[in-house]
């Protein structure tokens, strides 16, 4: 059973920077075969996509809103992946979720992800 395990969101002012972290475990290899996304959702809002991340392609995609402030990366050894937010703005408030999809291709659609982490709260005061 895949547990993805979020953390390292909290509150903090316009222009301040957070950085999450996602724990992996539970799979039967290392997070280098899968893919590893950062979604978030807005109050009142869908989920949409943040990032991604493939090792063994070493590929990156952004979202436009958050490209050159957000940087995605990873540690294959603690199987965790982090989102390291720069340049925090009111609208990145949202509940971030961390992903993990079984393949070496990056998506940005949420239902090409089978495992989801339980989401960390970030908010962001102007």
């Known amino acids: 059973q895949v547990q993805l395990v979020e953390s390292g969101g909290g509150l903090v002012q316009a222009g301040g920077s957070l950085r999450l972290s996602c724990a992996a475990s539970g799979l039967t290899i290392s997070i280098i075969n899968y893919v590893m996304g950062w979604f978030r959702q807005p109050p009142g809002k869908e989920r949409e996509f943040v990032a991604s991340?493939?090792?063994?392609?070493?590929?990156?995609r952004y979202a436009d809103s958050v490209r050159g402030r957000f940087t995605v990366s990873a540690d294959n050894a603690k199987n965790t992946v982090y989102l390291q937010m720069n340049g925090l703005r009111p609208e990145d408030g949202a509940i971030y979720y961390c992903?993990?999809?079984?393949?070496?291709?990056?998506?940005?659609?949420?239902?090409?992800?089978?495992?989801w982490g339980q989401g960390t709260q970030v908010t962001v005061s102007s």
């Open positions: 991340l493939s090792l063994i392609a070493d590929t990156t």
């Open positions: 992903a993990a999809r079984r393949s070496t291709y990056t998506s940005t659609t949420a239902d090409d992800y089978a495992y």
